[in-house]
Each structure stands twice: as structure tokens, then as C-alpha cells.
């Protein structure tokens, strides 16, 4: 792997974001170039973000395009400066409940973005183009574990519907254009760095302020909780194969109840906590369960790391950077 990246350019969009931040990272450390882009909104504490993109500008063949993909004449800038190999899109507005409060964020970003995005790497010749979808595209389904040719026509959420809006621009610009599109289906992503509106982080803040903390549909949700590293490996075997057109699920394909999630971090934490127990939120799907066998055929992409390996180091990054 550390032989293909070294002495390639990509661009990262969402550099300074959960995802794109640990890819980004992982590609400098193969011996790549990065073209890191962000905005640095205020959706969260944009702190996390400035800390993410210290540690990446650490590298010399690292540099930051700080401004908002919505903006046309700044995505027009990104592309103008060096040649790059492909297009690694995770810049997006995330979140499922946010989208409810906040529609035009989601357009602006995730469909207005997204479309200048790959439309101007179009514009500058680069053929290779992968992104971030969602596990969220799936909506209510009932049937188990979710594959990439189940019906995806029914989102709940602002954002699901966003995710597959891209899903499909992406299928035009490959019919139309020949690009190479691959969009990544991500189930549950969780681990160090991550964002501090995901259900982890805000467990794990009350758990250790002894706080009730709030457990939606009685923690019987169910989540395929993938972990950070898994996902950034199934990303760099995505660049590497830059396939014609392809939907892939990343998921660790082995859900598990909120309630245990809970109960692995009270375990690391060392501390109980006080439950709310509250009805399912607008937005919310009962279950995720990806079916992995289209990544082990493609890719020859598996999960290797567990729940409980997982939150452990989650729960040793959590105590480094909030209580140190």
C-alpha cells in the first residue's frame, strides 16, 4: 500500500473532520501528497478541528484550503494549483437530528458542495473520485443484513436523502463522463478524534460527570459500530482500485444494542451511570447491519477490530485529550 500512495497528490475534503482527518493522516504517513479542505464550521467546537489539522501540518507534503465547498469560485481555486490523482470527497454536514433543524445546511454542503466538488474535478481531468455515503440511505429496512442492492428510495432523514442524492450525481458523472466513482456506505463510525456529537462522546462526558445520560428507544437501537481504522483501510483500498462505478458497504457487520455499547464504556470508564430511558427521535432507524460481502470480493476489505477493543482505546484518546 505505502508503495501506490507515496509520490501521489489527492485531494481530501473534510480534512479536519472525523473521517477525513485519520485518512488524511494515514496517506501522508504512506508517503502521499495531501490537498487538505475544510471550512471549519461551527457545527462543533471547531477547536477539535484546529487540534485535528495541527497534527497534519506537521507534514511537509501537507497543505490546507481553508473555505466552504458551497463557495464555487473557492472549489474552482483547489483544483487550479497541481495535478492530482484523485478525489477522496468527505467533507459533508453530518448528522441525522441536526437535519431537522437545520435544512439548508445539508443542501448547501452535502448537495450544493458535493456537485461543485466533483464537477470540478471533472473540469480539471481527474478520473478517480470517492466519497462518503451513509448506512442512513437504507432507512427503516426490514430486511437484514442491509445490501448495497436493497431499495434505498425511502430515506427518514434530510441527510439520508442528501447522501443518496450524491450517490446518484455521482452515477451521471460516471455515465456521462467516465469517472471512476466509488461511494462508501459507513456504518457507525466511531474511535479517537471523534466528533462530539456522536452518542460515544456523549456517554462517555456524563458517564464521567456522573450525569444522567439520555438512551433512546430504551437502548434497544441497534448499530453496526465500525471503528476508525477499519474504515480508513476500506477508503485507501477504495483509492487504490478507483473502480468504474461502484456502491460498497464498510461496516464492522456485527450490531450490537446501544445498552451494550453503554455498559463496555461504564466497563473502561470505571463508573456507572444514571439512565433516561426516552422514545426512538425523529430520524432515527432501529437497526444497521451492513452486509460486507461486496468489500471482501472488491477490496479484500474486512473489519479486524472489535466493539470492545474499540471502545477501549476510544475511552484511552477520550481520557488524553479531555482530562490530561
Not at 461511494?183 to 456522573?210: C, E, H, Q
Request: charged share 20%; net charge negative.
Amino acid at each position: 500500500m505505502e508503495q501506490y500512495f507515496s509520490q501521489k497528490t489527492y485531494i481530501v475534503t473534510g480534512s479536519a473532520g472525523f473521517i477525513g482527518f485519520h485518512v488524511a493522516k494515514k496517506i501522508l504517513e504512506l508517503g502521499g501528497t495531501v490537498v487538505g479542505v475544510d471550512n471549519f464550521n461551527e457545527y462543533y467546537d471547531p477547536q477539535l478541528k484546529e487540534d485535528r489539522n495541527a497534527i497534519l501540518e506537521k507534514f511537509p507534503r501537507y497543505t490546507l484550503k481553508r473555505g466552504d465547498i458551497a463557495d464555487l469560485s473557492f472549489v474552482k481555486s483547489i483544483f487550479s494549483d497541481s495535478k492530482i490523482d484523485a478525489v477522496c470527497h468527505l467533507g459533508a454536514q453530518a448528522g441525522v437530528r441536526y437535519s431537522i433543524k437545520n435544512p439548508y445546511a445539508y443542501i448547501d454542503s452535502n448537495v450544493t458542495g458535493f456537485t461543485h466538488v466533483i464537477n470540478e474535478a471533472k473540469n480539471a481531468g481527474i478520473k478517480n473520485f470517492i466519497f462518503a455515503s451513509s448506512s442512513s440511505v437504507y432507512g427503516d429496512q426490514e430486511t437484514s443484513p442491509f445490501s448495497e442492492n436493497a431499495p434505498t428510495d425511502s430515506p427518514i432523514s434530510l441527510y439520508a436523502a442528501t447522501k443518496k442524492a450524491n450517490e446518484l450525481v455521482a452515477h451521471t458523472y460516471h455515465h456521462l463522463y467516465g469517472m471512476n466513482c466509488t461511494g462508501l456506505r459507513f456504518f457507525t463510525v466511531y474511535g479517537p478524534w471523534s466528533r462530539p456529537d456522536m452518542a460515544m462522546i456523549l456517554f462517555a462526558n456524563s458517564i464521567y460527570k456522573g450525569e444522567k445520560i439520555k438512551v433512546f428507544n430504551e437502548g434497544k437501537m441497534k448499530r453496526d459500530f465500525t471503528y476508525i481504522d477499519d474504515i480508513v483501510n476500506g477508503i485507501l483500498l477504495s483509492l487504490e482500485k478507483c473502480a468504474p462505478f461502484e456502491i460498497i458497504n464498510l461496516g464492522n457487520n456485527k450490531p450490537v444494542e446501544l445498552s451494550y455499547m453503554i455498559s463496555l464504556l461504564e466497563k473502561e470508564i470505571g463508573k456507572q451511570s444514571e439512565k433516561e430511558l426516552l422514545p426512538i427521535q425523529p430520524g432515527d432507524v432501529l437497526h444497521t447491519y451492513a452486509n460486507i460481502s461486496k468489500a471482501k470480493e472488491l477490496l479484500g476489505w474486512e473489519p479486524v477490530v472489535g466493539i470492545e477493543e474499540g471502545i477501549k482505546m476510544f475511552v484511552d484518546w477520550y481520557r488524553s485529550y479531555y482530562l490530561t
